[in-house]
């Protein structure tokens, strides 16, 4: 408190200084250096009036709550509008007091001109001084150094490295040839991009600052690119978002992430529309906990639902997810709910309680090789019986939309994981036609640094020092970030009108072995120190991942990265014995295998040496375990009656 006092004592001190300089010099210029003793007389008189008028006056406007080293355009905007008014005010004042004062009118002009410039002036040259002395473009200390942009990002960017003692900006690079000779805070554009290993070499850096938020992610993966191929260390800045608050700070500045390689162009989202699905409504998420699930929670949490479901069967996951809501949004309402998705008991207690209006299901096993092996029932039950259970509450409770998770490998799957979510997907379109609700799918690809994915696994083995093991060199995989998932999935589900699968754009396909020598080198290695290591292919997996069957087309949508796929599609026959089968005690994994290829024709285990069933054969024309099919009459309705479900009357028991 006593050194902000001190500061503003010392602001008014300076400001009555320059107003009684300002008023001096303004007799001198209208008289040319030569004052009369009259007018010497005169200007002292009016002196001890004008200078406290126009100091009450700047403390009206706010003068001295600033800081001079952050003075700014506002600041100038104000000293000019408070000594407009005082310029105005002096003859009034002069006026009301009637002492016979004549003060030439060229001083009542040339005094307000004078203080402006020397009030900005001297805060500006303050500032200047602060920032980085009176010589500051002669700076020789700190560490050499290239930014590779020339936009708003780099000029704000070239400011805070100004100030710094361990930084010294020598230039510039970028590829818009306008810019080519211009300079940004006194430091030239040098060149473009191609041209960062000449330069670097010439000018001594082996640090090269990226600072491109605005550009594609094509543009900011090859500016990384050559900073590999030119064996210099990169920083980049923060994303355009985070730039929009203010200032690019140097303490923001962080290392190439390997989302900043495979990252992607922002999603445009529809946010009314999303407001109108979302904001004021009851949203449940089921696996709330999980990666997918949890940055749901998080999407979802910035459009103010009434309240916010989250339903998850791990504690812990749970707990985490609850602990971060709190303090991320502490105005949220939500409720934390275990259970089971297969639990029927359970699932339709909680939605009995809470009336959600929307439901996006994400819980699930996902992990490919432990559902192929000893687990495979398991998989079915949870995916396939867990879907339809909270499929068919969805419906018994009037909730609005049904928005269910899908993934990539259920496009001619190979593995137990992949044919359980393609069954799963069916289930939910057999129960379109006669439910209230509307079921939209999503299919995806691989999401970075989700739980039980890749990139963990590889930062850890570089970690220890590795190796880092790779099932082969030409396996490949679609990659998005999370938050990039979870936004496409809120948009699908606005967009969908019920039955749809939607299909998101996952970009160009990415070879794990091309990801792994991107994790090592970002790690600060190199391939010698830390190496790769081929372990073949394990149970389930293929070699790389479709997001659509070769039977299949696509519709386009209003959204670029959404697609509709066309898929075959089953009826409430074929849900009525899938349900039956899915509802028998136990499995092992050879028959669980053997039915799927039943159930999904274009299944193909990996490695079991079975063939799928001729492509002319539909899915709702045989039985795949001895399980009669209904035929038409009294039996087929009733066989049928068990598993339909009347949005108003429920399940018939």
Partial sequence: MFKSNARTILAMLHDAVVAALAWYFAYLLRFNFELSPRYVLEMQQTLVWVVPLQLVIFWQFSLYRGIWRYASTTDLRRIFLAVMLSAA?????????????????AVLVINPLLLILLMGGSRFVYRLWKEQGLYGTLKLHGEPVLVLGAGDAAASLAKELSKSDAWRLVGFLDDDREHHGHTLNGVRVLGGLDSLPEWAARLGVSQVIIAMPSSSHQQRKRAIQLCNQAKLKALTVPSFDDLMSGKVAVSQLRAIELDDLLGRDPVVLDDAG????????????????????????????????????????SEFALYTIEQELKQTFPALHFVCLIGDVRDDARVNEVMRQ?????????????????????????????????TWTVARAAQLHGVGKFVMISTDKAVNPTNVMGASKRLAEMACQALQPSAGTRFVMVRFGNVLGSTGSVIPKFRAQISQGGPVTVTHPDITRYFMSIPEAA?????????????????????????????????????????????????GLRPGEKLYEELLADSEQTLPTPHPKLRIAQARQADAVWLAQLLKWTDSATMDD????????????????????????????????????????????????????????????????
């Fill in 274 to 313: 999303l407001h109108g699905l979302l904001s004021g409504k009851t949203v449940m998420v089921t696996g709330a906990g999980g990666s997918i699930g949890s940055e749901l929670c998080r999407q979802i949490a910035r459009f103010a639902p009434a309240k916010l479901m989250l339903f998850e069967s």
């Fill in 487 to 535: 936004q496409l999935v809120l948009q699908a589900g606005l967009m969908g009108q019920g039955g749809e699968i939607f299909v998101l754009d996952m970009g160009e396909p990415v070879k794990i072995v091309d990801l792994a020598k991107d994790l090592i080198r970002l790690s600060g290695f190199t391939e010698d120190e830390i190496k790769i290591e081929f372990t």
């Fill in 89 to 105: 005010a002096v003859p009034l004042l002069f006026w009301m007091l009637r002492m016979g004062w004549v003060v030439p009118r």
């Fill in 590 to 653: 050879e028959n669980v295998r053997a039915a799927l290829q039943r159930w999904v024709p274009e299944y193909q285990p990996n490695g079991h040496g079975r063939n799928a069933v001729p492509d002319n054969e539909t899915c709702h024309a045989r039985s795949p375990l001895p399980i009669p099919l209904p035929q038409a009459g009294e039996g087929a309705n009733e066989s049928l009656r068990e598993f339909h479900i009347n949005p108003q009357q429920g399940r018939s028991q």
């Fill in 354 to 386: 809470h009336q959600p209006n929307v439901l996006f299901h994400a819980a699930a096993y996902k992990h490919v090789p432990l559902m192929e092996q000893h687990n495979a029932w398991q998989a079915i039950r949870n995916n396939v019986l867990g």
